[in-house]
């Protein structure tokens, strides 16, 4: 057998093997139903409250069909339009050591509730139940559901949480609904006491540690890098890691116009 693989295939099992380093991004189906989302919708709402001028982020981890855990945030910062990924700042790195504490490691797909970020002081609960955003938020969660075995939805927050009771797909899935990575207190407490039921339904990946030891409820929370295999080729090796978001709005008057990026 190994006779008749040719060194260009070898080449490519050696790749997937061993270097998994970076998200290839999206396969057909799923770059159509990106390429569907209503982003006019998002531009045209009213009273602006979305940051649509640097673009959508869509997801974070697997498309391939390997997912078994539907992972739900909130809105996208300036990290994760940099990264065109979701919950690669902060956030998404606090929320990696609670998926870390689980043993997933990569068996997971992560969806925002809105494809642009929100200014948080338009944001309300009605936009998130929007029939157009939602409409379109479900077709994800379908797409998601009908080519992965999940087993889960972890839900980071309360627009989370309504993303997901708010889907007609969901049927019996279990949703884990926490706190937000980085609401201003608690968030230890409440992960903690969800750590069980996460558990319950939730295998590690293999390789993957669970970790039953219970958040300190002082101090900040911890955090876990971003894996590199679900971001994109190229993105600077600090990107993602260290517990901190990288960037931000500019300031008035070119808050929408202008993102300030750190290196690390
Ligand atoms: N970044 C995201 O992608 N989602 C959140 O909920 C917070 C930060």
Redesign the pocket.
């Known amino acids: 057998m190994i006779d008749t693989l040719d060194s260009l295939t070898i080449d490519r099992l050696i790749c997937a093997l061993f270097y998994p380093q970076h998200d290839a991004g999206p396969n057909c189906a799923w770059e159509r139903l990106f390429q569907n989302a209503p982003l006019d919708y998002y531009r045209n709402y009213p009273q602006a409250p979305f940051h649509t001028r640097f673009g959508p982020?869509f997801y974070?981890g697997r498309l391939d069909g390997t997912a078994r855990v539907l992972v739900?945030?909130?809105?996208?910062?300036t990290?994760?339009t940099l990264a065109g990924?979701?919950?690669?700042?902060?956030?998404?790195q606090i929320?990696q050591n609670f998926l870390a504490k689980l043993g997933l490691t990569r068996s997971y797909v992560?969806f925002?509730?809105f494809l642009f970020?929100v200014q948080s002081a338009s944001l309300t609960p009605t936009m998130a139940t929007d029939a157009t955003i939602m409409a379109y938020r479900n077709s994800l969660f379908d797409h998601a559901k009908a080519t992965n075995s999940l087993t889960a939805i972890i839900a980071?927050?309360s627009?989370?949480n309504t993303s997901a009771i708010n889907w007609p797909g969901r049927g019996s899935l279990p949703i884990i609904h926490v706190m937000?990575?980085?609401s201003p207190s608690g968030v230890a407490a409440d992960w903690n006491s969800h750590f069980a039921a996460a558990q319950a339904v939730i295998a590690p990946d293999s390789g993957g540690h669970v970790d039953t030891t219970p958040y300190a409820t002082s101090g900040a929370m911890p955090h876990t890098d971003v894996p590199r295999r679900d971001l994109p080729f190229g993105l600077p090796s600090w990107h993602g890691t260290g517990g901190g978001t990288q960037s931000q709005r500019g300031a008035s008057p070119n808050f929408e116009t202008q993102i300030v990026w750190n290196a690390l």
Do not use: C, K, L, S
């Open positions: 982020v974070r739900i945030g909130q809105d996208p910062a990290d994760e990924r979701a919950f690669v700042g902060q956030a998404g929320a992560m925002n509730t970020g980071f927050g627009y989370a937000h990575p980085t």
